[in-house]
């Protein structure tokens, strides 16, 4: 049973402000490692985990999630496993999502670092098929597709929208390959990775099947972007599902998450490891139970369009990356309240959705 919001025990970070070294490792318990590695985006960096495993009777590493492809994080690699991790080839490449920083080395890792049979992927069954798609479409991230369905949500800056149109292969570069073989993770699964066992716990919202990883004797939890310290996950709507209440389904599976014991030790994707993990579920809830209420005063004021929301929900300048991201979360607010009833939305002229209350 859920803790009630005064058991809440707060948030703490067991390591401080201690980091991996670059192209270290830092031990958090036997036989779980951290690495950092840097992005090239204003969120500029990514925990990745390298967990000690064995495959048929050798020892080997299980990696848990691997970077966008860039060179400095596969310089990055090549300088662990020349040193830390030289010792055991790669037998197992695991992906939480389908996003860039997850997947992107993903088929180079196996490639460069298996032993005499190849790593294989394990990802879920929608993650692997909309990264697979994304090299090819780059459905969310850019090109015709994306710019339409930006400006059908009120988007209309002249050289934003070139540039997104023109930004057809972005996730591409960012996500060179995606292995076509895979072994498929689905929720509630046990995957057993050296001594410890770890339980699948499917999330959605941020990603079509985010698996999180959990195991109960050490009461880890490797969040990846489901549950993270300080920000809020992205929660998108895309062009590919216009009509998803994906901030519906995100908090559904936090909820589900309060059902982990409290003194559960999170490993997330951005920010440090930390317990508490039940006082963060309740503080992202109240965050967009919050911005929710803004957006429904907005749309009692006058019918709105996603981009009305922008200066609403984010207070702060925003790139055109970020611009993107940001369009998909006010999509994502406007639909969870027309899924739940309190609003109604309808095209205007120039074929722009806008959202009244009811």
């Known amino acids: 049973m859920a803790a009630s919001a005064i058991d809440f025990p707060p948030m703490s970070h067991p390591w401080g402000d201690t980091l991996p070294a670059p192209g270290g490792l830092l031990t958090l318990r036997p036989g779980l490692h951290w690495v950092r590695m840097p992005l090239p985006f204003a969120l500029n960096h990514i925990n990745l985990w390298a967990l000690d495993d064995a495959h048929e009777g050798q020892p080997s590493w299980t990696v848990v999630d691997a970077g966008v492809a860039t060179e400095a994080i596969r310089t990055l690699w090549q ?55 994304a090299c090819r479409e780059t459905t969310g991230y850019g090109g015709d597709r994306a710019a339409d369905y930006f400006e059908s949500h009120g988007l209309s800056h ?128 109240d965050h967009h139970r919050d911005r929710l209420h803004d957006v429904l005063t907005a749309c009692r004021s006058q019918p709105c369009s996603a981009a009305d929301m922008l200066p609403i929900l984010f207070q702060r300048s925003l790139d055109l990356h970020q611009t993107t991201f940001a369009m998909g979360e006010a999509v994502a607010h406007l639909n969870h309240l027309w899924h739940l009833g309190q609003l109604r939305r309808e095209q205007d002229t120039q074929g722009v959705w806008r959202f009244e209350a009811v």
């Not at 860039?100 to 460069?112: E, K, R, S, T, Y």
Request: proline share 7%; charged share 15%.
């Open 79 to 133: 300088t662990l496993w020349a040193g830390p991790l030289a010792a055991k080839p790669l037998s197992r490449m695991l992906v939480t999502h389908m996003h860039p920083d997850h997947v992107g080395n993903a088929q180079w890792l196996i490639d460069n670092f298996s032993g005499a049979q190849p790593a294989r992927l394990w990802m879920s069954a929608a993650d692997h098929l909309a990264a697979t798609l």
């Open 158 to 285: 002249p050289e934003g929208m070139a540039k997104i149109r023109e930004r057809g292969g972005y996730y591409a570069s960012m996500v060179p390959s995606v292995p076509y073989v895979y072994r498929r993770l689905m929720d509630g699964m046990h995957v057993q990775m050296g001594e410890r066992s770890w339980q699948c716990l499917a999330g959605y919202g941020h990603a079509p099947e985010h698996m999180a990883l959990y195991n109960e004797r050490d009461g880890l939890l490797i969040s990846g972007d489901m549950l993270l310290p300080r920000i809020s996950t992205n929660v998108s709507v895309t062009d590919m599902e216009p009509e998803a209440d994906a901030l519906g389904l995100f908090l559904a599976s936090l909820e589900r998450m309060t059902a982990l014991p409290a003194d559960t030790l999170a490993l997330p994707s951005h920010g440090l490891p930390f317990t508490g993990i039940h006082t963060r579920i309740q503080q992202l809830k």
